[in-house]
Nanobody
Framework: QLQASGGGLVQAGGSLRLSCTAS????????LGWFRQAPGKERDIVAR????????YYADSVKGRFTISRDNSKNTVYLQMNSLKPEDTAVYYC????????????????WGQGTLVTVSS
């Protein structure tokens, strides 16, 4: 089970940090991802992190502004979001998948409930 938190309302140029905590003892065996879904749009990947945290992927739209990290000792994955833009407004979801989980939502088996990020201009 995944529990996401940290969303909210922020002005353009501001920062937010999302957290997602998992229950269970096998957290470190999962690839983790952050996805987002804006109204009327598909759920797209924002960032992905390998099981050890040594490899990361970012969507082009967030590269250089967002940072994904994980703390396996705390069963938590983070998404630090800086220089936020109005187009970042969406519901953000954390997800966990197997070792081959890649860039599409269908590859992830476990999902958090979503947290809303609203960026005002």
């Amino acid at each position: 089970q995944l529990q996401a938190s940290g969303g909210g309302l922020v002005q353009a140029g501001g920062s937010l940090r999302l957290s997602c905590t998992a229950s269970g003892r096998t957290f470190s065996s999962y690839v983790l991802g952050w996805f987002r879904q804006a109204p009327g749009k598909e759920r797209d990947i924002v960032a992905r992190i390998s099981r050890s945290g040594g490899s990361t992927y970012y969507a082009d739209s967030v590269k250089g502004r967002f940072t994904i990290s994980r703390d396996n000792s705390k069963n938590t994955v983070y998404l630090q979001m800086n220089s936020l833009k109005p187009e970042d407004t969406a519901v953000y979801y954390c997800a966990a998948g197997g070792v081959l989980a890649g860039l599409t939502y269908m590859e992830y088996q476990y999902w958090g409930q979503g947290t809303l990020v609203t960026v005002s201009s």
